[in-house]
């Protein structure tokens, strides 16, 4: 499938497709009602945006079990697309406090991993946070391949050799 074909099927999908996107969904309306406030709402919260997920068909982003294609530029842009839908719909459903945490977050189904259980909200919060920027952190950053980086690899390496 070229990306030429790929464009055509993003074109043509249906409600039933987890790529498809209403024009409502980015229009800035909130998935739901319930803002996360802490521990006091969090399952009602959790419940809440898990049906909107569902309704909407975007609860496999989540999940995680819908992947970005390493193939297709028009899928991958798609993906994107979806991908940042369902996390503006996580963000306009959380207070002030935890939405500052949050604004910078890149995947939206790393936020489905973390459960909060009988954690106080600040501990939850902090644990959160820390997946975050553990994402970020994996995420490498480009790598030099040009020759000069290989010389200095290649001297550090010489002069480890000679010190033993």
Request: glycine share 4%.
């Amino acid at each position: 499938m070229g990306d030429s074909t790929s464009a055509t099927q993003i074109n043509k999908l249906d409600f039933s497709d987890p790529f498809y996107l209403h024009a409502n969904d980015a229009s800035g309306t909130p998935i739901t009602t319930v803002k996360l406030k802490g521990t006091e709402n969090y399952n009602i919260w959790r419940r809440s945006m898990l049906l909107a997920l569902s309704t909407n068909n975007k609860i496999r982003f989540i999940k995680g079990t819908v992947v970005r294609s390493e193939t297709y530029d028009v899928v991958a842009s798609q993906w994107d697309r979806c991908n940042s839908v369902v996390l503006s719909w996580i963000l306009r459903s959380v207070t002030e406090d935890l939405y500052s945490g949050q604004i910078f977050s890149t995947n939206a189904s790393n936020i489905n991993t973390l459960k909060q259980n009988d954690s106080a909200l600040s501990e939850y919060y902090h644990k959160l946070n820390t997946m975050w920027k553990q994402y970020d952190a994996m995420v490498s950053p480009p790598m030099c391949t040009c020759n000069i980086a290989a010389c200095a690899c290649a001297a550090t390496t010489h002069k480890r050799t000679i010190k033993r």
